[in-house]
């Protein structure tokens, strides 16, 4: 007999259980369907896409740049000792063929390459042409993507991506982890589409910094992400299964949220909050709401805007000026008070704040925050 084919037939069932004995509005050819882009493959792109196995999903791009190291196997779950040998293997490519050891009918790609990263400035014609390529490869993925997850380990590598989610118009979900907290939240629909006013907020709409490199400054030891094995888990299931509850709703990524819980959109599979927060300290978990930042660095129709028009000449300008996005954006008005507004105070403790820690405020620096200003 064809194993594969028993294989296959095996998972198929496991879904089709679920439909027929608890929730019979699961369309399981949509899942199967979906296309998913993991930026990063690290402990939570090793998680995220084994919940999403589970429920069926079987097309998967990895986008990573980093190697298979010692410490990986024991926390990534898509990773062994031999991947980690001889220097390491690229995390993308392994952890695409690791998908396909685990269920064959899987269709996985692995993409070895470095986001490009505001802050990280092109020396050469070499990383010119290098940054080039990678920028219409990682266009050509989003654009026809089911969703994106952003799963990276530093602040400014999720820029891009959450700009191409929203220049495509394309659900996208967020997953920081702290020491003992994490994060989760989806971001709203593009600029090009509903004003700020009501659209869901992005990453970024918090910030009234552009993001810039946060990692070449950095010790050994605060290169690394340091949490409780635990916590990845948990954020990878939650971001995971909203995906899937978001999937089923008509409106999609589109779907509403409330700053009242008991007004938020649902499906057959519960509320779909925008954002969340967890943590292992008291075991809770509380939902978020905010909306979009006019003149947020990522998601604003100045950016995506820019971007439609201007492609690979408006990165190059993000990379190589530090202060380019603030100033296409606004912020830099802003901040000056030139824009009209008299800044009056900084929020403090702002609930959609998103830093790559979620909130351990001892082990990265979470920039800015959203400005609270009246008119002049």
């Known amino acids: ?46 998680q995220v896409s ?16 980093g190697r298979v190291a010692h ?19 690229p995390k993308a490519k392994v952890a695409a063929e690791a998908l396909k050891r685990i269920f064959p009918g899987v269709e996985a790609e692995g993409h070895v390459l470095s986001i490009p990263t505001p802050g990280h400035v092109v020396v050469d014609e070499k990383s010119a042409e290098t940054i080039a390529n990678d920028l219409l490869l990682l266009d050509q993925l989003v654009s026809k993507a089911d969703a994106v997850f952003l799963l990276t380990d530093n602040r400014e590598s999720r820029w891009l991506p959450t700009v191409l989610a929203a220049r495509h118009d394309k659900l996208a979900l967020t997953v920081a982890l702290g020491f003992d907290s994490y994060l989760v939240m989806r ?3 593009s600029s090009l589409k509903q004003s700020h006013e009501e659209r869901l ?54 779907a509403p949220a409330h700053e009242e819980d008991e007004l938020n959109e649902s499906t057959f599979l519960g509320v779909l909050p ?19 930042f006019e003149n947020c660095v990522a998601c604003s129709r100045f950016v995506i805007e820019r971007y439609a028009t201007d492609g690979l000449d408006f990165l190059f300008q993000v990379l190589n000026n530090p202060d380019y996005l603030q100033t296409l954006t606004g ?3 802003i901040l ?39 008119k002049k």
């Open 331 to 333: 912020i830099k008005d």
């Open 50 to 65: 084994r919940v999403l196995l589970g429920w069926g999903v079987r097309k998967f791009h990895f986008i990573d740049y």
């Open 187 to 189: 971001h709203g629909v």
């Open 274 to 292: 925008q954002h969340l927060r967890g943590s292992l300290y008291d075991f809770s978990s509380s939902s978020f709401f905010g909306r979009a």
């Open 71 to 89: 410490s990986n196997p024991v926390r990534q779950s898509l990773y062994n000792f031999e991947d980690s040998t001889a220097g390491g293997q």
């Open 201 to 254: 907020g992005c990453y970024f709409c918090n910030d009234v910094v552009a993001p810039m490199n946060t990692v070449s400054e950095r010790t050994l030891d605060r290169q690394c992400t340091v949490v409780r094995p635990g916590i990845s888990f948990l954020a990878s299931a939650v971001a995971a299964e909203l995906f899937v509850s978001l999937l089923h709703h008509p409106l999609r990524h589109a």
């Open 1 to 46: 007999m064809d194993e594969k084919a028993l294989a296959t037939d095996a998972v198929d069932l496991n879904i089709k259980l679920m439909k027929w004995q608890a929730a019979p509005e699961v369309d399981t050819e949509l899942l199967k369907g979906a296309t998913i882009v993991l930026f990063g493959a690290g402990t939570l792109g090793c």
């Open 336 to 374: 000056s008070g030139d824009a009209g507004d008299e800044i009056i105070a900084l929020d403090n403790y702002c609930l959609l704040y998103t830093s790559d820690a979620a909130d351990d405020l001892l082990c990265v620096d979470l920039g800015g925050r959203r400005i609270i200003k009246k």
